[in-house]
């Protein structure tokens, strides 16, 4: 059984950075899509990039492209979100998640349900 702990959040003010992780444990997350999703404050829960199996390709939400970068390191068994240029609108919960359902490069993460697996999250807070 996958299990996936998300770590890295915390306070910082705006135009800093933060990488977040993703730790897999239970099976290799080479086997699997990942995806980023994150919830403000009152907000619902929408997806933020994915990554594909075997390094496909990866995908970003238009209000986080060029600022973010979803990442792999195989050998870790750990998806990576390098977050730059952080706005106080980036302040969130972001939680990882994984599918083995998606093959080839995954699409911008909508839907919840096609997430099978979900770590517990990690807030970040973006403020001066």
């Known amino acids: 059984q996958l299990q996936l702990v998300e770590s890295g959040g915390g306070l910082v003010q705006p135009g800093g950075s933060l990488r977040l992780s993703c730790a897999a444990s239970?099976?290799?997350?080479?086997?699997?899509?990942v995806a980023w999703f994150r919830q403000g404050p009152g907000k619902e829960r929408k997806g933020v990039s994915c990554i594909s199996r075997d390094n496909d390709g990866t995908t970003y939400e238009d209000s986080v492209k060029g600022r973010f970068t979803i990442s792999r390191d195989n050998a870790e068994n750990t998806v990576y979100l390098q977050m730059n240029n952080l706005e106080p609108e980036d302040t969130a919960i972001y939680y990882c998640?994984?599918?083995?359902?998606?093959?080839?490069?995954?699409?911008?993460?909508?839907?919840?349900?096609?997430?099978?697996?979900w770590g517990q999250g990690t807030q970040v807070t973006v403020s001066s």
């Open positions: 998640a994984a599918t083995a359902r998606i093959f080839g490069r995954c699409p911008v993460p909508r839907s919840l349900s096609d997430y099978d697996y």
């Open positions: 239970g099976s290799m997350l080479t086997d699997y899509a």
